[in-house]
């Protein structure tokens, strides 16, 4: 399923197959690389590698061929159309009809063809093409130039993949990508009853009340929870009255198996009859006293030491100190972006704990991390590891690898064992990587059993990378010979993977 809800796919490609002809000496196409490059970067900004789809045709064809029905029902059942314009897309009559079939059938849905400000085809140059050049379909886009002319009548060719100005255009346009998706209307999930279970085996998220600044949030984290199959516990207040509100939080919170409270520094409303309090601090407080797996969430940028009021600023900073309660809880500083997810990942890890406890089988999840340089073949590891059921969350990188170390260790926290790919990149940006890792997992007490460095092409020496440390065991799995994942390296490594996970 789609990250877009009614949609089979989020993006369709559109391109002249005469475009993804390798070049001598070069093992894959300009689109496949620009597929791959995309598909990535998508899944660093959402987290996960399964969430957002994407639909492309792989197969060899030419000219001539008849517009088949398979991709007729790719492209209607896409939510966003990509196309990929040069003289070979001038040409063919085949991209012509994908290119008038989306135009048509979006201005037919509901959604229509703009949303917001935004056009749903995504118009990317791979030549320096005159606007009156374009077809019709295009009109009032201004495409994304994906190709190296410097003067306004050079023909321009497509931008190398692994170049600085390639890397430029493909993080701008995946920024224009998501902030697409994320303008999508959404359904307004309705509240499910705060006294029924859907299922008896079903796992139930409690969300507690919140901000009206955090409101918008809220909506767009349960609309996920309910999409991914979790029971969701909402509606409270009503009721308003202190003690008939505590009454029907604490027998909410009895029935969830894991609660969620997002805070920032507006207190929220005040509670009817005790305007001390306020409801999104009382339900977490109700929520702390309980015991209860939960997950406090904060925005980023907050700021504890502007808030006013000097109760709930000392509320908020126990809770950060992780002082608010005698058992554990996770507190989580992030983006409203990443949060859905960030709750999904920790809901799965909890169930995955809960399997364990009953005699079930664990399913393995990994972090894998990996330099923009070496996105090409993480996301051949990746879709590796997704065959043989294990799941690989993403992590977003830096050139400095001292960044993102805040993400790096909300990550951490949710695995058992890190990967770190090392290919096109320094042996010190991985060490330094690696170092960064190891103090987290030690300051946090993170339960981390193993670290790999899987060393990727170019040709790496047998000791090219070591770490020394006593804590944990860094495991080397040398694939930097072969230009794919390579099943004889790929196999010895899933074993060892697995190994006491079962």
Known sequence: MALIPGFEYDIFISYAHVDNFALPGQAEGWVEQFHKNLNLLLAKRVGRMDRIKLWWDNRKLDGNTAFDLAIEEGIKKSAIFICLNSPGYAESAYCKKELQCFHQKAQGEKHGLIIGNRSRIVHVLLNNIHFKKWPAELGGTSGFPFHDAREADDF???LDAFSVEYRTQMQDLRDAIWNLLEDFPREKPEAPPTDLRTSKDAFTIYVGEVADTLRTARKR?????????????????PPDEAKAHEQKTLDALQRADLAIHLLDEYPGREIVGAPES?????????????????????????????IEDEKYRDFLHRVEAGNASSTGYEFIRGSKCTVAQEIIDFAEQLKIQGTKAKGGTEKLSVLLDAHFNDQ????????????????????????????????????????????FLYGNVSREWVLERMSAALQLIITNNYPIEDFYVYM??????????????????????????????????FQPFLMNLRAGTS
């Open 456 to 489: 990727a092409p170019p040709h790496k020496g047998p000791n090219e990378i070591t770490i020394r440390q006593k804590f944990l065991k860094v495991n080397i799995i040398d694939g930097s010979n072969y230009a794919g994942v390579d099943q004889q390296v």
């Open 156 to 158: 321009g060719d497509p």
């Open 376 to 419: 090409l073949y993480a996301l051949d590891l990746s879709k590796a590891l997704l065959e043989n059921k294990i799941q690989p969350f993403i992590n977003p990188q830096e050139d400095d690898p001292r960044k993102n170390i805040n993400l790096l260790g909300d990550r951490i926290a949710q695995v058992r064992k890190l990967i």
């Open 278 to 306: 306020t409801y999104p601090q009382r339900q977490t407080e109700l929520s702390l006293q309980q015991g209860k797996a939960q997950l406090i969430w904060v925005p980023t940028e907050s700021k504890f030491d502007s």
């Open 221 to 237: 984290i349960i609309a996920e929870l309910d999409k991914k199959g979790f029971n969701v516990v909402t509606g409270i207040p």
